[in-house]
């Protein structure tokens, strides 16, 4: 099977910008009013679970890492606390990095934070030029991306140029989806990218089949861009 034989997923608002957009306002100012970060996509053990991935693979406190689709920026916040300091977070979100820059202000942090639409190459290369990145992550991005309401096929394909472009050639791309599964995510990224290490998740039991609610994979970027 190939990435184009993929299932395409229904159209929703949350893979809009408008949505994230109004989203993220609310964020701001209950942030501002009590203190709440807001919402941490598939909840707190899918980043603990990455972390702890990263901190047992020995991956270097000095790699270059970006977040795509960095909402609240809090997996960043995590991670300049377990000692990574090449941090940054990308979000088409105007208010997502305003949220994101002020929690890091609020606990001294220095973390690199770009409002930054995935989709537009032209805008990548103007932000970043020719860097690339040691760790890309991406926690629900690809999940919003695959929902878009406008041909969510052709914006796949983009985003998932965009994780090439931005992946250094020796570089790991780690990405926690709930609505994909593996063999889906191996599908699409194929000739990109290949499996590298799957990291387990909770499973349930239903009707006598096993399922997992998020999936959590560290792929490798593969040497030729086919
Ligand atoms: C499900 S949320 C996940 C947020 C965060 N990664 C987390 O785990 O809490 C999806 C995020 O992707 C962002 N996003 C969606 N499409 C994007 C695009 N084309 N370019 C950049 N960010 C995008 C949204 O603004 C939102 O912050």
New binding site residues.
């Given amino acids: 099977m190939s990435g184009s034989e993929i299932q395409e997923l229904d159209g929703s608002e ?2 809009t ?1 408008d949505y ?1 957009d109004k989203s ?1 306002d609310t964020e701001i100012k209950n942030y501002k009013s009590h203190g709440d970060v807001g ?4 909840d707190e053990d ?2 603990i679970r990455v972390i702890n991935w990263m901190l047992k693979n020995d991956i270097a406190e000095e790699s270059e890492f970006i ?6 920026g ?2 960043l916040v995590e991670l300049y606390r377990e000692g990574y300091k090449n941090l940054t977070g ?4 105007e208010n ?1 990095i305003e949220l994101a820059k002020q929690i890091a202000a609020d606990q001294d942090m220095e973390i690199t934070y770009k409002v ?4 537009n190459t032209d805008e990548i290369a103007q932000k970043f030029g020719d860097k690339k990145f040691d760790i890309v992550h ?4 690809y ?3 695959s929902i878009h309401p406008e041909n969510p096929a052709e914006m796949r394909q983009k ?1 998932i140029q965009s994780l090439y472009n931005l992946t250094s050639d020796s570089g790991l791309l780690i990405l ?1 989806s709930c609505n994909w599964t593996e063999s889906e995510l191996c599908t699409s990224l194929t000739g990109k990218f290949e499996l590298f290490k799957i990291i387990p998740t909770p499973s349930f039991k239903f009707g006598g089949s096993v399922g997992n609610v998020v999936t959590q994979i560290v792929f490798k970027k593969v040497a030729v861009n086919n």
């Fill in positions: 949350l893979g910008k994230w993220y919402e941490v996509w598939f899918s980043q977040d795509l689709g960095s909402g609240n809090m997996m990308v979000d088409y979100s997502a930054l639409d995935l989709l991406d926690k629900g991005t999940d919003a991306i985003y926690t």
